[in-house]
């Protein structure tokens, strides 16, 4: 059995556990990432893409005078002017209309965007406005007719699973060692009950020994797994609530301008939101176990379906391109029981008494202040503070990141000359830097003028790009090619299901295993 020596073991690769990992590093320390299947496999690249305060919470908050909710809004803004700011290629600024019922309405809703605004402070992205009935038909053109006006504001809108593959790839880059497909089979501790490691086992049975000073548990809605591994008798804390979203074939938000409805009929917020030129409609809100969490029912399609066709009622022939479900990780409250309805999105670091760090809770856009709160938690049980962090710029993003923009800019002129000249190449130069940011340059010189040519009408990914995943971004699977470094699956799983042969070719050919299958509900 192999040894490994860290001050750090995180365990979980999702948002929260390579947000963790990446902190860490800017911080000096030696860190160990364990993915038990692929980077942001789970819940991290089935989120709704937004990165936002939220404005249901923001409602919540001021309807209950509940000061947790209105906490998590203002610290979710903030950060949503954190990734747009250093990671301009992954994020970027998105309008919302919200339909409004006569002046009433307006006003209402216009007052509390005018708060979520402000709560943003320097953050702040633009003001929120009315939108009159002409414009707002304007701007989604399929829309019922009995829509009077609105109010628009604005949040973010990224790509979850390569920002997750970024951050834990910039980690490694500076030294952290980071490894998919290691599930942990086993916690360590010394003779006073001290964690002080793990066991990891690979699918062939090969078993490594990962000695830490500290562990930390950043699994998302599992959790108590680990929790119960370090200590059997210790309280559950984890809630699922699985969220269902649809991409349709159809383009409801020509000029880029999302919808918001903030009320259906059970008291849910829905979005119909622009995606890779298709429309994408989200999301439901269904207690499940952590088994079903990424299994959408019909029920819970059919209820974004009716919801489409109640507001875009002259659509004919609704083309539904992918499907998708993921499990929100919702934190009980440590004193209540399991069916408590007093669960927000907030994040809790728990310390147990055998040393185990969880990160429980939380939302994407908050990653980063999860992973501070943990960095707390774990100089604690290192009996020392850490340095200060240095600045490591994210993988595609320039060491000052208010040059990445202009960098960005400069960079198409030089895209437009390597990149075949098709009708896709706009197109191609949009996705290839939205993906890679300032390294897509340096990608595009390295492949051969055949691995440059768009390989589909959907998404122009090509050959060079499928390769890079695999050699690259740890991708070993069809599924971690087509849904998560590039989104081809989450966009048109029949598009997708045509270039499987193609990815298991680059699978095999890089010397990763037999031919596997596209599987999106796992």
Same mark, same amino acid.
Request: with cysteine.
């Given at each position: 059995?192999?040894?490994?020596?860290? !001050?750090?073991?995180?365990?979980?690769?999702?948002?929260?556990?390579?947000?963790?990992?990446?902190?860490?590093?800017?911080?000096?320390?030696?860190?160990?990432? @364990?993915?038990?299947?692929?980077?942001?496999? +789970?819940? =991290?690249?089935?989120?709704?893409?937004?990165?936002?305060? +939220?404005?249901?919470?923001?409602?919540?908050?001021?309807?209950?005078?509940? %000061?947790?909710?209105?906490?998590?809004?203002?610290?979710?803004?903030?950060?949503? +002017?954190?990734?747009?700011?250093?990671?301009?290629?992954?994020?970027?600024?998105?309008?919302?209309?919200?339909?409004? $019922?006569?002046?009433?309405?307006?006003?209402?809703?216009?007052?509390?965007?005018?708060?979520?605004?402000?709560?943003?402070?320097?953050?702040?992205?633009?003001?929120?406005?009315?939108?009159?009935?002409?414009?707002?038909?304007?701007?989604?053109?399929?829309?019922?007719?009995?829509?009077?006006?609105?109010?628009?504001?604005?949040?973010?809108?990224?790509?979850?699973?390569?920002?997750?593959?970024?951050?834990?790839?910039?980690?490694?880059?500076?030294?952290?060692?980071?490894?998919?497909?290691?599930?942990?089979?086993?916690?360590?501790?010394?003779?006073?009950?001290?964690?002080?490691?793990?066991?990891?086992?690979?699918?062939?049975?090969?078993?490594?020994?990962?000695?830490?000073?500290?562990?930390?548990?950043? %699994?998302?809605?599992?959790?108590?797994?680990?929790?119960?591994?370090?200590?059997?008798?210790?309280?559950?804390?984890?809630?699922? =609530?699985?969220?269902?979203?649809?991409?349709?074939?159809?383009?409801?938000?020509?000029?880029?301008?999302?919808?918001?409805?903030?009320?259906?009929? !059970?008291?849910?917020?829905?979005?119909?939101?622009?995606?890779?030129?298709?429309?994408?409609?989200?999301?439901?809100?269904?207690?499940?176990?952590?088994?079903?969490?990424?299994?959408?029912?019909?029920?819970?399609?059919?209820?974004?379906?009716?919801?489409?066709?109640?507001?875009?009622?002259?659509?004919?022939?609704?083309?539904?391109?992918?499907?998708?479900?993921?499990?929100?990780?919702?934190?009980?409250?440590?004193?209540?029981?399991?069916?408590?309805?007093?669960?927000?999105?907030?994040?809790?670091?728990?310390?147990?008494?055998?040393?185990?760090?969880?990160?429980?809770?939380?939302?994407?856009?908050?990653?980063?202040?999860?992973?501070?709160?943990?960095?707390?938690?774990?100089?604690?049980?290192?009996?020392?503070?850490?340095?200060?962090?240095?600045?490591?710029?994210?993988i595609g993003a320039d060491a000052n990141p208010l040059q990445t923009p202009n960098r960005l800019i400069a960079q198409r002129t030089i895209l437009q000359d390597l990149l075949p000249k098709s009708p896709q190449q706009a197109e191609?130069? $949009?996705?290839?830097?939205?993906?890679?940011?300032?390294?897509?340059?340096?990608?595009?010189?390295?492949?051969?003028?055949?691995?440059?040519?768009?390989?589909?009408?959907?998404?122009?990914?090509?050959?060079?790009?499928?390769?890079?995943?695999?050699?690259?971004?740890?991708?070993?699977? &069809?599924?971690?090619?087509?849904?998560?470094?590039?989104?081809?699956?989450?966009? !048109?799983? !029949?598009?997708?299901?045509?270039?499987?042969? &193609?990815?298991?070719?680059? @699978?095999?050919?890089?010397?990763?295993?037999?031919? %596997?299958?596209?599987?999106?509900?796992?």
């Open positions: 059995m192999n040894d490994n020596c860290f !001050d750090l073991l995180v365990i979980g690769g999702g948002a929260s556990g390579a947000c963790v990992a990446y902190q860490a590093v800017c911080r000096g320390l030696k860190v160990a990432l @364990l993915e038990g299947h692929d980077l942001g496999g +789970g819940t =991290s690249s089935r989120s709704t893409k937004l990165l936002h305060g +939220g404005v249901r919470y923001l409602e919540l908050a001021f309807k209950t005078a509940d %000061t947790a909710q209105l906490r998590l809004v203002r610290e979710a803004l903030l950060e949503r +002017g954190h990734w747009l700011k250093h990671a301009p290629f992954l994020a970027h600024r998105l309008e919302l209309a919200l339909p409004t $019922d006569g002046l009433i309405g307006q006003i209402y809703y216009r007052l509390g965007l005018g708060i979520y605004d402000a709560l943003s402070g320097r953050s702040g992205i633009g003001s929120s406005r009315l939108m009159s009935r002409a414009r707002m038909h304007e701007a989604l053109p399929d829309l019922r007719s009995d829509v009077s006006g609105g109010v628009v504001y604005s949040d973010g809108q990224f790509d979850d699973a390569r920002l997750n593959l970024l951050m834990a790839l910039s980690a490694e880059r500076h030294g952290a060692v980071v490894r998919t497909r290691t599930p942990v089979v086993e916690l360590e501790k010394d003779s006073h009950g001290k964690l002080c490691g793990a066991i990891s086992e690979s699918a062939d049975g090969h078993r490594e020994r990962w000695q830490a000073r500290v562990v930390v548990n950043a %699994t998302g809605i599992h959790a108590d797994v680990l929790r119960r591994m370090a200590e059997p008798d210790c309280q559950e804390r984890m809630l699922t =609530s699985r969220g269902v979203h649809l991409v349709l074939k159809q383009r409801l938000c020509p000029q880029g301008i999302g919808l918001l409805l903030p009320s259906t009929d !059970d008291g849910r917020v829905l979005f119909m939101l622009p995606f890779f030129g298709r429309t994408l409609v989200g999301t439901t809100d269904t207690p499940c176990s952590q088994q079903q969490a990424a299994m959408p029912s019909d029920q819970e399609q059919s209820y974004l379906l009716d919801y489409v066709k109640r507001w875009f009622p002259g659509l004919n022939n609704i083309e539904i391109g992918s499907c998708w479900a993921g499990g929100r990780p919702l934190l009980k409250p440590a004193d209540a029981d399991m069916n408590s309805s007093r669960v927000v999105r907030e994040h809790e670091v728990e310390t147990l008494q055998s040393g185990l760090v969880s990160v429980m809770g939380g939302k994407w856009t908050t990653c980063r202040p999860m992973a501070l709160d943990t960095l707390t938690a774990v100089e604690k049980q290192l009996g020392q503070s850490l340095p200060p962090p240095e600045e490591l710029p994210l191609q130069i $949009d996705h290839l830097e939205s993906s890679h940011g300032l390294h897509a340059e340096a990608l595009v010189n390295s492949w051969s003028e055949a691995e440059r040519e768009p390989l589909s009408s959907v998404m122009p990914i090509c050959r060079g790009e499928l390769q890079h995943a695999v050699e690259t971004e740890k991708a070993r699977s &069809v599924t971690d090619v087509l849904a998560r470094r590039t989104r081809l699956a989450m966009v !048109d799983r !029949d598009e997708a299901q045509r270039l499987t042969p &193609v990815v298991n070719q680059i @699978l095999e050919q890089c010397g990763h295993g037999n031919s %596997t299958p596209l599987e999106l509900n796992h």
